[in-house]
């Protein structure tokens, strides 16, 4: 079983809805949670980056980590066409991130 | 300007030869970290370096090598030992100091070996 485990998609809605993209994590030692935003041929981009439980907003976006569930999800409002991309989640093991295997996310005009 | 400096965008070798991709960070950061990317595999780490002089080995580091003599620099080799080794390469720094989650890519190289 891998660490962290992400549905790799694609998930296509259209513009303007409300997107939800989620990660499930085995290690209940994982404080850290982040999620990337990587666009096709370009290196990844730190969007989220939450400890322990809850909820972050920032802008469009809410990063939730349920604990007790060990389940991380990733939020887009008013979702644009700008938007498309593949989101990574990732979560801070022993010195070192573990990653999903990121969705691949296109919001159509 | 700060960021992360990865040199070539494209590579191309042949089969056999070793290939050495640059990454250069002026954010001052401690620690730096190589990734390969595959389709569909995610991001898979190969060494990361937490101070100069020092790096470890991550999770498939068998053909490759690296060095870290300065902490601005952190170049990554590709030896003929590494079976498979057409990929997306990304390099990556944190702060570190407590800080090692939030890590910053560079745009990454796209090695390819026929």
């Known amino acids: 079983q891998k660490e962290v485990e992400q549905d790799p998609g694609p998930l296509s809605v259209p513009e303007g809805a409300i997107v939800s993209l989620n990660c499930t994590y085995s290690?209940?030692?994982?404080?850290?949670f982040m999620w990337y935003r990587q666009y096709s041929r370009k290196g990844p981009e730190l969007l989220m980056y939450t400890y322990s439980s809850g909820n972050k907003e920032d802008g469009r976006f809410t990063a939730q980590v349920d604990k007790s569930s060990k389940y991380i999800s990733l939020f887009i409002r008013d979702s644009q066409p700008s938007d498309s991309a593949t989101y990574l989640c990732a979560s801070q093991g022993a010195q070192k991130l573990v990653f999903g295997q990121g969705t691949r996310l296109t919001i159509n005009p | 300007d700060g960021g992360i400096t990865q040199s070539p965008k494209y590579l191309f070798r042949k089969e056999g030869q070793n290939v050495t991709l640059s990454c250069e960070q002026n954010?001052?950061?401690?620690?730096m970290y190589w990734y390969r990317q595959d389709p569909g595999q995610g991001l898979r780490l190969i060494y990361y370096s937490q101070i100069v002089n020092d790096f470890q080995k991550g999770d498939i580091a068998e053909g490759y090598s690296v060095s870290r003599e300065k902490k601005e620099s952190f170049p990554l080799t590709v030896t003929s030992a590494q079976k498979n080794p057409t990929a997306f390469y990304l390099c990556?720094?944190?702060?570190?100091?407590?800080?090692?989650?939030?890590?910053?890519f560079g745009p990454g190289t796209r090695l390819t070996v026929t």
């Open positions: 290690n209940s030692a994982f404080q850290y």
């Open positions: 990556a720094s944190s702060p570190g100091r407590g800080r090692s989650s939030e890590q910053y």
């Open positions: 954010l001052n950061h401690d620690a």
